[in-house]
């Protein structure tokens, strides 16, 4: 394990899904159309109700941010063929070494978060670098410093989880145990209700 | 589906076709040595075990066009100590070179009998890790459809068709190029062509009831496994199923010809000309089917991810 693992803390009773840390990140890395290190997926369920004579709404919805995990367990650093996606040992951060990289695309299919995204152009594949060049400069990662409501905090996982807890997954995201992913959450009030009347992805088509 | 799946289809089948064959040949070969003096056996199969190198090596050529930046493709054999994709790429290249290398000692009867075959033997463990090896690649926990024993089931299942049914239609090229030569043994070949292919075929309609049995139950679990899984299940059987069925009615097809063969050889001695056609159309249907089959297995990629 890295010796301080860097984590995401997200809070997503405060995010209302307003995509600027998408938009940040796209701008930052200088995305193409079909490419997104971070995307923010739109939950929604539950239905009318009958209750009585009464049709009551139970609807509910909410938004998660997600982008690389930089997973303790990362099966992408595992699967990779050639070494070019790597763990750093300072901070866990997974990084892709772009002149390794053969673009095999294996890492996208063994990736939980689907937080891989091909560059068609280059032949190289791409995601979240936890924007190492702006924390070398200390300043902080472009989501973070672009979301409005300040849903988005980083630091040590150690630190984020003593201070928040440790939900690492919340529907629609994949058992946390598959990877260990380096994040937290604060749950929305309605993630709960997820467990017993699951929704579905709402924006499939944005993702 | 682009061009970079159609490349891993092509990969895999001809990889796969390449093991089997060899396996298959090895086999034969073995068994008819018991019948026969090893230079009439050799006759046959020599020329066979010849074909199966550029088979490998198409394939090789073929995984290339599946990568984003191919010239540095040797990058590939680096991280062998996690990556099963490395792991494919060494067991693959190891088997080319081993069994390349027994080709050719086999062919110039080159050292003792007993050194070439342990060379093929080791040739056809490293050939079998190979087909694990691929089929290990998809086993991950965010493919539900690719992540159960039906893909070892199915890969090695193709291997060993593609392969019996390969072998068979090198044979018979290989008898054709013999007779045209007017090879002095050419009775005797006929006999032990006769016999071969009446066992390869017994092999092929074995191995095709196995996918008749195996392919149906693996889409059935999936679509009652849920989520993901029941989507992959969808994919498989789009267009109504069409694919699919074309897929095992070609296989069934090209098994019934092929049993018919089997049925005769046991009545009367095969006539070449039957065995020419049977065996060559046999192995172009069910070649259609597996290509059917292998496009099925990656339009199931449906991952748990959002």
């Given at each position: 394990?890295?010796?301080?693992?860097?984590?995401?803390?997200?809070?997503?009773?405060?995010?209302?899904?307003?995509?600027?840390?998408?938009?940040?990140?796209?701008?930052?890395?200088?995305?193409?159309l079909d490419q997104l290190y971070?995307?923010?997926?739109?939950?929604?369920?539950?239905?009318?109700?009958?209750?009585?004579?009464?049709?009551?709404?139970?609807?509910?919805?909410?938004?998660?941010?997600?982008?690389?995990?930089?997973?303790?367990?990362?099966?992408?650093?595992?699967?990779?063929?050639?070494?070019?996606?790597?763990?750093?040992?300072?901070?866990?951060?997974?990084?892709?070494?772009?002149?390794?990289?053969?673009?095999?695309?294996?890492?996208?299919?063994?990736?939980?978060?689907?937080?891989?995204?091909?560059?068609?152009?280059?032949?190289?594949?791409?995601?979240?670098?936890?924007?190492?060049?702006?924390?070398?400069?200390?300043e902080d990662p472009a989501c973070?410093?672009?979301?409005?409501?300040?849903?988005?905090?980083?630091?040590?996982?150690?630190?984020?989880?003593?201070?928040?807890?440790?939900?690492?997954?919340?529907?629609?995201?994949?058992?946390?145990?598959?990877?260990?992913?380096?994040?937290?959450?604060?749950?929305?009030?309605?993630?709960?209700?997820?467990?017993?009347?699951?929704?579905?992805?709402?924006?499939?088509?944005?993702? | 589906?682009?061009?970079?799946?159609?490349?891993?289809?092509?990969?895999?089948?001809?990889?796969?076709?390449?093991?089997?064959?060899?396996?298959?040949?090895?086999?034969?070969?073995?068994?008819?040595?018991?019948?026969?003096?090893?230079?009439?056996?050799?006759?046959?199969?020599?020329?066979?075990?010849?074909?199966?190198?550029?088979?490998?090596?198409?394939?090789?050529?073929?995984?290339?066009?599946?990568?984003?930046?191919?010239?540095?493709?040797?990058?590939?054999?680096?991280?062998?100590?996690?990556?099963?994709?490395?792991?494919?790429?060494?067991?693959?290249?190891?088997?080319?070179?081993?069994?390349?290398?027994?080709?050719?000692?086999?062919?110039?009867?080159?050292?003792?009998?007993?050194?070439?075959?342990?060379?093929?033997?080791?040739?056809?463990?490293?050939?079998?890790?190979?087909?694990?090896?691929?089929?290990?690649?998809?086993?991950?926990?965010?493919?539900?459809?690719?992540?159960?024993?039906?893909?070892?089931?199915?890969?090695?299942?193709?291997?060993?068709?593609?392969?019996?049914?390969?072998?068979?239609?090198?044979?018979?090229?290989?008898?054709?190029?013999?007779?045209?030569?007017?090879?002095?043994?050419?009775?005797?070949?006929?006999?032990?062509?006769?016999?071969?292919?009446?066992?390869?075929?017994?092999?092929?309609?074995?191995?095709?009831?196995?996918?008749?049995?195996?392919?149906?139950?693996?889409?059935?679990?999936?679509?009652?496994?849920?989520?993901?899984?029941?989507?992959?299940?969808?994919?498989?059987?789009?267009?109504?199923?069409?694919?699919?069925?074309?897929?095992?009615?070609?296989?069934?097809?090209?098994?019934?010809?092929?049993?018919?063969?089997?049925?005769?050889?046991?009545?009367?001695?095969?006539?070449?000309?039957?065995?020419?056609?049977?065996?060559?159309?046999?192995?172009?249907?069910?070649?259609?089917?597996?290509?059917?089959?292998?496009?099925?297995?990656?339009?199931?990629?449906?991952?748990?991810?959002?």
């Amino acid at each position: 394990m890295a010796q301080e693992q860097l984590a995401f803390f997200i809070d997503l009773d405060t995010c209302v899904g307003c995509k600027a840390c998408q938009i940040a990140c796209k701008d930052k890395n200088d995305l193409d159309l079909d490419q997104l290190y971070k995307r923010v997926v739109e939950y929604v369920g539950g239905d009318w109700k009958k209750d009585g004579d009464a049709w009551v709404s139970n609807v509910y919805a909410y938004h998660v941010p997600v982008q690389c995990m930089h997973c303790e367990d990362a099966p992408c650093v595992d699967a990779c063929p050639t070494g070019a996606s790597t763990k750093r040992d300072e901070d866990g951060v997974v990084v892709i070494d772009q002149d390794a990289c053969i673009g095999c695309r294996y890492c996208e299919w063994a990736c939980p978060y689907g937080a891989r995204a091909y560059d068609a152009d280059e032949g190289k594949m791409g995601k979240c670098d936890f924007c190492e060049d702006y924390l070398a400069n200390g300043e902080d990662p472009a989501c973070v410093a672009a979301c409005p409501l300040r849903a988005i905090d980083y630091g040590p996982l150690e630190e984020l989880e003593a201070a928040h807890g440790d939900l690492k997954a919340v529907a629609p995201l994949p058992d946390a145990d598959i990877s260990h992913p380096s994040v937290v959450f604060k749950p929305h009030p309605d993630a709960r209700r997820a467990a017993d009347d699951p929704g579905a992805i709402a924006n499939l088509e944005e993702l | 589906m682009d061009l970079h799946t159609w490349a891993l289809i092509l990969f895999t089948l001809l990889g796969q076709m390449a093991v089997g064959a060899f396996l298959v040949l090895g086999v034969v070969h073995t068994v008819a040595l018991r019948h026969h003096e090893s230079a009439l056996v050799d006759r046959l199969t020599d020329r066979s075990l010849l074909a199966i190198g550029p088979v490998l090596v198409l394939a090789f050529i073929a995984s290339l066009f599946h990568l984003g930046s191919p010239t540095i493709a040797f990058r590939a054999v680096t991280n062998v100590e996690t990556s099963w994709l490395a792991r494919e790429i060494v067991t693959g290249v190891a088997f080319l070179v081993l069994g390349g290398a027994f080709a050719l000692l086999q062919w110039r009867k080159i050292g003792s009998f007993a050194a070439r075959r342990t060379l093929a033997v080791v040739a056809a463990i490293v050939g079998v890790a190979f087909v694990l090896s691929m089929a290990a690649i998809y086993m991950l926990p965010t493919q539900p459809a690719w992540n159960t024993a039906a893909t070892p089931i199915a890969f090695l299942a193709t291997a060993l068709l593609l392969g019996t049914l390969a072998v068979g239609v090198a044979f018979i090229a290989s008898y054709a190029y013999l007779r045209r030569h007017d090879d002095e043994r050419v009775e005797a070949l006929t006999g032990l062509l006769q016999r071969s292919l009446r066992w390869l075929g017994v092999g092929a309609v074995a191995l095709v009831a196995v996918q008749l049995v195996t392919v149906p139950l693996h889409v059935a679990a999936l679509s009652a496994a849920g989520g993901a899984a029941a989507d992959s299940a969808a994919q498989m059987l789009q267009g109504g199923g069409l694919v699919l069925g074309l897929r095992l009615v070609l296989a069934v097809a090209g098994a019934a010809i092929v049993g018919a063969l089997v049925l005769r050889s046991f009545r009367e001695p095969l006539p070449v000309r039957t065995m020419s056609a049977v065996v060559p159309a046999a192995f172009g249907v069910v070649l259609i089917s597996e290509l059917l089959g292998r496009y099925l297995f990656y339009a199931a990629n449906v991952p748990i991810v959002i």
